[in-house]
Nanobody, 119 residues
């Protein structure tokens, strides 16, 4: 089992910045990839979550859907970060931390954290 705990999100004005963090515990040695997803208000279920950014812990190769979002990981601290800047109202969502692991069930999710961007 891997447990993921996200930091508290927050409410910011458009154009503002926010940093999310996610601490992993448990069988962290099985984690090979971590990612941030988000789910728009009014939607339900894991299939409605869209990827925001991900990073492979082996190669440390990050990917993000756009340059306003920067993903990073501190492997020694088992912590994943998401730096978000120039936030827009359409970034309002529940943000989820995700870990890809090498054994069943192959992925774990955090509980989600709310980010609200007002215009």
């Amino acid at each position: 089992q891997v447990h993921l705990i996200e930091s508290v999100g927050g409410s910011v004005q458009a154009g503002g910045s926010l940093r999310l963090s996610c601490v992993a515990s448990g069988r962290t040695s099985t984690i090979f990839n971590m990612a941030w997803y988000r789910q728009a208000p009014g939607t339900e279920g894991e299939t409605e979550r869209d990827i925001v950014a991900e990073i492979n812990l082996g190669s440390c190769s990050p990917y993000s859907i756009e340059g306003r979002f920067t993903i990073s990981a501190d492997v020694a601290k088992n912590t994943l970060y998401l730096e978000m800047s120039a936030l827009k109202p359409e970034d309002t969502a529940t943000y989820y931390c995700n870990a890809g692991v090498t054994e069943f069930p192959y992925a774990f999710w955090g509980q989600g954290t709310q980010v609200t961007v007002s215009s």
